[in-house]
């Protein structure tokens, strides 16, 4: 594999590589998305994802160019002055790579479902895709209107969470309520307490695990008489759960139950 060395910032790849990591939404219409650091980018080669292009720091040790040049379609190498320029984080990382993105898939109702429901904060997105993924769920979705599952944001607070789940976006909850499994809408005030049902091994194996916006909750177009409303005991008395909290705590109920 030829290695590129890019030494300046007026190089044109340099500058279609800067505008593809500073466009959070580029993913879309590119169908590649963008992950930075060590961690995150072993993470994507331990689940057999492969890269098309990699950018490493120009000093990096020759065994790591050998090691990454496996996994790549691409490489390019840059000083740090540059890396910097493209890095997201405040401290740029020695490698950053781009992956495609997979291809949709058929949502399995005989699987448990976690939906984000207008779930808006990115660090929350992120965080309930990595319980989902410790736990068991092999597939999360979200309503329209919800954060940009693939944005550098979420990737990041999913900790390499996405490369162990099959993700979709912007699926109708009128299609959702259409596969006629249990639907368990959390709510912070009203309906049946998680701890009674799971003590009794009565929630269902397959269903829609909703969470929804961190101010307004679920959606309001979720029909009343087909969902059931779960709610978590609080007795330290606080009015509510953050959003990735409660979404861990019942994600763990339910793996703790299907055990």
């Known amino acids: 594999m030829v290695v590129t060395t890019i030494t300046s910032k007026e190089n044109p790849l340099y500058k279609r590589l800067r505008l593809a990591l500073r466009d959070n939404s580029a993913y879309k219409t590119d169908k590649f998305f963008w992950i930075e650091g060590e961690n995150l980018c072993l993470s994507a080669i331990e689940k057999g994802w492969h890269f098309k292009e990699l950018v ?17 379609d691409h490489i390019y190498t840059l000083p740090r002055s540059l890396l910097t320029g493209l890095s997201q984080l405040p401290s740029a990382a020695w490698i950053l790579g781009s ?9 399995d109702s005989t699987q448990p479902v976690v939906v984000l429901d207008q779930i808006q904060d990115p660090g929350n997105a992120g965080s309930i895709i990595r319980s989902a993924a410790a736990f068991g769920f092999k597939q999360v979705i979200t309503t329209p209107g919800s954060v940009s599952l693939w944005s550098d944001k ?23 309520i259409g ?23 009565l929630l269902p194996g397959s269903c829609l695990w909703v969470f929804g916006h961190e101010g307004r909750g679920v959606n309001a177009n ?17 009015e509510s759960l953050n959003v990735a909290a409660a979404a861990a705590i019942c994600l763990h109920a339910h793996a703790s139950q299907r055990i």
């Open 99 to 107: 992956l495609s993105l997979p291809l949709s898939f058929a949502i």
């Open 222 to 238: 979720w029909p009343s008489d087909t969902v059931r409303r779960i709610r978590i005991a609080q007795p330290g008395g606080q």
């Open 56 to 72: 490493l720091l120009e000093d990096v040790v020759p065994a790591k160019l050998e090691f990454w040049q496996t996994f790549a």
């Open 154 to 176: 979420v990737v990041r607070a999913g900790m390499g969470a996405h490369f162990s789940v099959q993700l979709t976006e912007s699926v109708d909850i009128s299609y959702l």
């Open 179 to 201: 596969m006629s499994i249990p639907v368990m809408l959390t709510d912070s005030h009203d309906g049946e307490f998680l701890h009674e049902l799971t003590s009794k091994r």
